[in-house]
């Protein structure tokens, strides 16, 4: 159970890595930024996860697994160091060692999966929902400031409620499946002969 909650939230937030692909859009076509421009602002993002994963390691022997887990989802983005050591750790050290290959690949197959599935959702939301009546995006009061741009807004705004809905998952099946403690591998236990062999 504790492999599948530890997967199932690699998978979501991964999934969230379309927040990315809904940002870099509205810079570029609402802020008029190059897609250069906009690159170059994701490079915190990648610096930040990297600074952070050394953190994740400790929190991990501190806390155990579950605590960072639930952190770093909840602050996605530099969060994701936080949460990537302590979520591979839980996913791992609850598998038996003889599946261990196994299940290292399901675990990076989900964030893949993930990744690419939350992008093409995200995006397709993006897009979808700049099709909805601008003036009926205006009747709803929600936007401020400037309304030449409300239906490229309410795109962005339901392509990232998306993946904040996807890290929400994440959570509760983090809260749900991932124990407090580390699991401490058990010693292999030889097979006992049966009775007339």
Excluded at 79 to 91: E, H, K, V
Excluded at 112 to 128: F, K, R
Excluded at 164 to 172: D, H, N, Q, T, Y
């Amino acid at each position: 159970m504790t492999f599948s909650g530890a997967t199932l939230s690699n998978f979501l937030l991964n999934g969230a890595a379309g927040t990315l692909i809904v940002s870099l859009g509205l810079v570029q076509i609402a802020a008029g930024m190059s897609s250069l421009q906009s690159g170059l602002l994701t490079l915190g993002y990648l610096v930040a996860i990297l600074a952070t994963i050394r953190v994740g390691e400790k929190l991990l022997q501190r806390f155990g697994p579950k605590r960072p887990m639930i952190w770093g989802s909840a602050i996605a983005g530099i969060g994701l160091g936080f949460y990537a050591t302590p979520s591979t750790d839980a996913a791992l050290a609850n598998v038996p060692d003889d599946q261990a290959g196994a299940a290292a690949g399901i675990y990076k197959m989900a964030s893949s999966l993930g990744n690419a599935i939350g992008v093409t959702i995200s995006a397709a939301l993006y897009v979808a929902a700049q099709a909805v009546n601008p003036d009926l995006i205006r009747s709803w009061g929600l936007f401020i400031g400037n309304q030449e741009n409300v239906a490229l807004r309410f795109g962005g705004a339901v392509g990232v409620l998306f993946n904040l809905f996807m890290v929400v998952v994440a959570i509760i099946a983090i809260m749900v499946t991932v124990p407090h403690e580390r699991a401490e591998k058990r010693p292999e236990v030889p097979a006992t002969p049966s009775i007339g062999s």
